[in-house]
């Protein structure tokens, strides 16, 4: 066993430690703190070696709040960090890395919301979880990607709804529900004719990762696996998202794995990653070898150990904020049954990324 010796001074410090010596380090800390440590689906695969639990943001957010841990480190990015202490008010949350933020998230701030709501006063607000607490501190409800279809159906057919950030997940929703969609820059920068009852106003945000996702690659990728289902996240774009034999979020994709042997799958790289050691003998093969999310990365063993030993970079939002965006996150669980517990794809997903070693970014 490796001494665990005093703090080090800076993360440039630790980074020269051995990487045995960061794990016992991390661990031993994180026993004094009683704390838990949280690993997003695409976080560096050395981080979900030493997470205590693996998944997607409000996932793992809810299954912090369930422990008796005193403290949160929220290894993903700024706002899953966010919605962490949303739903555990008394716990201390932290980050490793205060860069580690969400573009599409940043697209829309909650002043910039606040003039949208004034153009539309009788509109209900429909937030994507991957948003600020401020901006759920201005929605009627959240959702996820997997729900989206079921939040929108709740609200009456001539009801004009706000749908932030993500103009794509809008696009998505508003076909499946069969309402029409504009874009907000319509009317926040001009004076467009009043929208038809029931439509979708969609912020004009994106994720950079699957917005990038191009049909040459999906082309490409047919032409060597031609038998392969497509299996693409509705974050992408409409023109990949009608190609796809399933649209789903992250959390589908492993029953997908088990239950297909060809696929094709348009989302982050770790994730992909993590299937293909999964399911080693069948052919898994992402849509681009490019879909790595940078801000996701940002997070390494020396700047987790360094933030258990230095208890920083602490989350901490104004309780007004936390409370509104806590009503808002609640709607949407009563919803939708509320919290469930992974299936055993996904407990065995996450073993597997557990499991892992190395940086997860090629």
């Known amino acids: 066993m490796i001494r665990i010796a005093n703090p080090l001074g800076s993360v440039l410090e630790y980074s020269r430690l051995a990487h045995d010596e960061l794990v016992d380090r991390i ?56 919605t962490a202490k949303i739903l555990s008010p008394s716990k201390m949350v932290l980050m490793p890395d205060l860069r580690a933020g969400c573009p599409m998230a940043d697209f829309v701030t909650a002043q910039s919301l606040r003039t949208l709501k004034e153009r539309f006063p009788d509109a209900a607000v429909v937030t994507y979880v991957n948003s600020t607490a401020a901006v759920k501190a201005e929605s009627d409800i959240c959702c996820t990607s997997s729900n989206a279809v079921q939040v929108i159906e709740s609200f009456p057919r001539d009801r004009t709804i706000l749908f932030v950030p993500d103009k794509n997940l ?13 874009s907000s820059s319509e009317y926040l920068k001009g004076d467009a004719p009043a929208p038809e009852p029931g439509t979708i106003i969609a912020w004009d945000g994106y994720c950079y990762v699957h917005d990038d996702l191009v049909l ?23 023109d990949l998202l009608q190609r796809a034999d399933f649209v789903v979020s992250t959390a589908r994709m492993a029953a997908i794995a088990e239950e297909h042997d060809e696929l094709i799958i348009g989302t982050e790289r770790g ?39 230095h208890e920083q970079y602490e989350l901490t939002l104004a309780e007004d904020v936390r409370s509104r965006a806590e009503t808002a996150l609640r709607r949407m669980l009563e919803l939708s049954g509320g919290w469930r517990a992974p299936t055993p794809e996904e407990r065995q997903l996450e073993q597997d990324g557990l499991d892992r070693s190395g940086c997860g970014c090629a």
């Not at 696009?171 to 969609?181: F, L, M, N, S, V």
């Not at 690659?217 to 974050?235: F, G, M, Q, S």
């Open 27 to 82: 661990r031993s800390r994180k026993r004094d703190l009683n704390a838990v440590i949280l690993g997003h689906n695409y976080q560096r695969v050395e981080i979900q070696a030493v997470s205590d639990y693996l998944g997607d943001s409000l996932g793992l957010s809810q299954q912090a709040a369930e422990t008796d841990a005193d403290t949160i480190v929220f290894c993903g990015v700024h706002f899953m960090a966010e």
């Open 170 to 182: 809008a696009d998505y929703t508003a076909r499946k529900t069969g309402r029409p969609i504009r």
């Open 216 to 238: 040459t690659e999906l082309d490409e990728a047919k032409r060597k696996h031609p038998n392969a289902k497509v299996v693409i996240h509705p974050e992408a774009r409409r």
């Open 271 to 309: 994730l992909i990653d993590r299937l293909q050691k999964q399911f080693p003998h069948k052919t898994i093969v992402p849509l681009s070898r490019a879909a790595v999310c940078g801000n996701m990365k940002v997070n390494t063993l020396a700047k987790l150990a360094w933030c258990l030993d």
